[in-house]
């Protein structure tokens, strides 16, 4: 198995940064679009595999498994999505935090090229989530009968708890909580990204990704563009139900992104930006040069 040295992972990431914020503003989108759509895959996935391992209400009470083997099976299940991205060239916003400010230190391009990249995936990766969620919110989170009539299937009301879960953030600690969890989710995600860069080989690329996704997802952290699939997923499905008393009201377009999406994409940025890109390129910065 050939593999970099950490050096080479720092210059590679740099280069990946900046080919990635030369592209034009409608490939990035595009190809933010596929990286939306791939990462919900796996949110998507993770959602099924989970159902009836944990409890389907919004207070996400633990049945006869373990708590611990709950999240281990919700993360083991969950990579497919970044592996994907990484070995098919989509473009993902939690990545491109590490990516094109790595290429700001090494490269010099102006910060204003990763803002712009930055704005557009973004966009992309929106776009191709929620179209996802709903994919599976009219597909298998819900059942039809022949007068149009929808049912909730086990997968969907699982779905609902997610996003319940994910929008319950409010107050100061609460938000606090949210920024914490997004820190720790993209200090891991990018991690996983050099470890992707680390190996040439597709079973290095592999695990390489695997465990560092498995890691923060079962730990419980918050990722920015996965959360763009699991609340509108659990909006979408939500609007299934008749009873208006089994309907949470703060689960809406608004929560998502004032309890949950916002303070969680300042803190993925914070979780790329400084503990893996500005730590690595200060670390490596004198063997980045004499590389050059």
Known sequence: MVFHPPVQ???????????KTGLPAWNMVLRGFMAGAYIAMGGALATICSTGIMATDATLRYGT?????????LGATFPVGLIIIVLTGAELFTGD???APMAAFIHKISWMNVINLWVWV???????????????????????????????????????????????Y?????????????????????????????????????????????????????????NMYFIPAGIFTQNFITDPTKVTASLN?????????????????VGALFFVGVLYWVAFRKEIAALK
């Not at 994919?135 to 059942?143: D, E, I, K, V």
């Not at 080989?201 to 918050?222: C, H, N, Q, R, T």
């Open 9 to 19: 992972i720092v210059a590679k990431a740099g280069d990946a940064g900046k080919y």
């Open 65 to 73: 498994a373990s708590a611990g083997f709950a999240q281990l099976l």
């Open 97 to 99: 935090a590490m990516l």
């Open 122 to 168: 973004y966009i992309g990766n929106l776009i191709g989530s929620i179209w996802y969620a709903y994919l599976m919110a009219y597909g298998p989170f819900s059942t039809w009968d022949a007068t149009g009539a929808a049912t909730v299937t086990a997968f969907g009301t699982r779905a609902i708890a997610i996003a319940v879960a994910k929008t319950s």
């Open 170 to 226: 409010v107050g100061t600690a609460g938000m606090w909580s949210a920024f914490l969890k997004a820190i720790g989710c993209n200090w891991l995600v990018n991690l996983a990204i050099l470890l992707g860069i680390c190996a040439d080989d597709l079973v290095g690329k592999f695990f390489g990704i695997w465990f560092p996704i498995m890691a923060f997802v079962s730990s419980g952290f918050e990722h920015s563009i996965a």
């Open 253 to 269: 377009w608004v929560t998502m992104w004032t309890s949950n999406l916002i303070i969680v994409t300042i803190g993925n940025i």
